[in-house]
């Protein structure tokens, strides 16, 4: 079965990049795309996508955000990949072992290696271990989670 | 790790390392020139030094405190280190007196410490005649006997006195040696201090510079332009021209301090066509500029980054986007350059960025201008967005 995607970028070329990276992989489908964080949350809740590849910096929600919303709505936690142009949180990502991150440009080896993960991480017995995992991720990176 | 011992432990050492080596010099002089006998030339040096020895950290102290040099403060300092040295001479003569000469003023007998004692004791050997053998160095034709009846106290003033005039360029060695020593000291502090300056400076020009093209930016241009790369080609061309350009300008004009307003326009133009492309229809920009400024001398890279703080902080966080407006105009002798963007406005917005993008200009303008020539101001638009306004004095480039 192939495994389905959800795309998250605020820019279309950035959306496009992944979208055209992705198409090179008969693995994964995109179940969706979208520009912004609270669209995010909605497609996620509503598609259930297995990966989503996430932007950090986005206008109403930043990636972060959209985590921390997941996890207030209780909605089961897709694999998530950071993308994002600047390694400011991505450092931070990588030491709280988050699945994985990719810097822009993306390359593609570079997604296809993230891709690899998240499919292991998928196959695992255990698919909550990755939520936990991620939710840590979050609460270090965010000790002020936003309130709605 | 080894421990190093502490300072003073070191320079105690120095201290008296260099003491030693000074006794075994003068030893060796006294043994060429007019002591054959090596016991007595060790014996005549270090009477002669140690007075020095117990003086000598008083002298370095007095001479780091009051440093020699120019001006009223130097001359002052050295007039008082001509009263204090001879004082000083004083003291080491008296101890000399006191303390090595067996017939010392108030001592009818050998003093309790005399090298000469030791030696008769350790040698068995008869003692020698010792008042002339003590002034032996001096060779100022103190006539007095040898033997060892206590010479007449006049005479022991007299010689006091003369020989205080003996110790006293003693003094200015230990003076110039210690003033020497500080000034080396004095200017590798400076070096340093000039280093450590050169590195902050290199610091402030390299976060100017980040401030100036935020990694951002160009890292999500260069994942556009790697997405055009497939599906528009010319148009991937003409961002990697824009971004030359804009590379360009922050790396080569980085450190010019003013461009026309044109070219700075250009540069502005440059990332303006960037943004579009990234966000295609959600920036609209529009600019009104006054011809006759159009020559006007800016702070290289002035607007971009206020332009990229009404973009990122303004515009990018709406989801429909909006509008960037540029007027400059000239007002008198002064050129005002207004930043308008119809956005979510300051208030709303989470980032401080828009803080540290102005006080970088801020900072610009008042090292170009002085603090008065210049005026930074950020208020909300009146229904909604953000208005910045730059106002310097207008300069013509000199023809």
């Not at chain 2, 067996?102 to 007998?109: A, E, F, I, L, S």
């Amino acid at each position: 079965m192939k495994m389905q995607t959800l795309i998250v970028d605020d820019e279309a070329l950035g959306r496009e990049r992944l979208r055209l990276l992705l198409a090179k992989m008969p693995e994964f489908d995109i179940a969706g795309e979208c520009h912004g964080g609270q669209e995010a949350v909605e497609l996620i809740e509503t598609l259930s996508p297995q990966i989503v590849l996430l932007d950090i910096q986005m206008p109403d929600l930043d990636g972060f955000g959209v985590i921390a919303e997941l996890q207030r709505r209780g909605v089961q936690m897709p694999i998530i990949i950071f993308v994002t142009a600047y390694q400011e949180h991505a450092v931070k990502a990588f030491e709280v072992n988050a699945i994985d991150y990719l810097l822009k440009p993306v390359q593609g080896a570079r997604l296809e290696a993230a891709l690899d993960r998240a499919r292991t991480q998928l196959a695992k017995d255990n698919p909550k271990d990755g939520q936990t995992r991620l939710a840590n991720v979050v609460e270090q990176m965010q000790p002020k989670t936003t309130t709605y | 790790m080894k421990q190093r011992p502490p300072a003073w432990c070191l320079y105690g050492l120095y201290y008296v390392g260099g003491f030693a080596v000074l006794v075994v010099m003068l030893a060796m002089q006294l043994q060429v020139s007019q002591v054959p006998d090596w016991e007595r030339a060790f014996k005549h040096s270090y009477s002669q030094l140690i007075p020095w020895l117990i003086v000598a950290p008083f002298v370095l102290w007095l001479t780091a405190r009051f440093r020699l040099g120019h001006g009223r403060q130097g001359m002052a300092h050295t007039a008082l280190h001509l009263v204090v040295g001879m004082v000083a001479a004083g003291l080491v003569e008296g101890l000399f007196i006191t303390c090595f000469l067996p017939n010392g003023p108030g001592m009818n007998g050998p003093p309790d410490f005399s090298p000469r004692d030791e030696i008769v004791h350790d040698d068995q050997r008869p003692p020698p005649p010792n008042f002339d053998e003590g002034l032996l160095l001096f060779g100022d034709g103190l006539s007095m006997g040898p033997g060892p009846q206590t010479p007449p106290r006049p005479a022991l003033v007299v010689h006091w006195m003369k020989q205080l005039l003996r110790q006293y360029p003693t003094y200015w060695i230990i003076v110039a040696v210690q003033s020497m020593l500080l000034a080396t000291r004095d200017l590798r502090q400076k070096e340093r201090q000039a280093l450590e300056i050169q590195g902050k400076l290199t610091q402030a020009q390299l976060n100017t510079l980040r401030l100036q093209l935020q990694p951002h930016f160009l890292f999500n241009t260069l994942n556009a332009t790697s997405t055009l790369v497939h599906s528009d080609p010319e148009k991937a061309d003409q961002m990697i021209g824009h971004l030359s350009t804009l590379l360009r300008a922050v790396l080569d004009e980085g450190n010019a301090n003013v461009v026309p307003l044109s070219r700075e326009l250009d540069l502005l133009q440059a990332y303006i066509d960037i943004e579009q492309v990234r966000f295609g229809d959600r920036v609209k920009f529009v600019k009104d500029v006054a011809t006759d400024c159009l020559h006007a001398q800016v702070p290289t890279l002035i607007l971009q980054p206020i332009v990229e703080n009404a973009i990122r902080h303004g515009i990018e966080p709406r989801a429909e986007g909006g509008h960037v407006w540029l007027t400059v105009a000239k007002h008198e002798s002064q050129i005002h350059i207004t930043v308008v963007d119809d956005g979510i406005g300051q208030m709303k917005s989470e980032n401080a960025g828009w803080g540290i993008g102005l006080s970088n200009a801020r900072a610009r303008l008042e090292a170009l201008y002085g603090a008065n020539g210049y005026q930074v101001t950020l208020s909300p638009r009146g229904g909604g967005g953000t208005t910045v306004q730059l106002a310097f004095p207008f300069n013509q480039p000199q023809a």
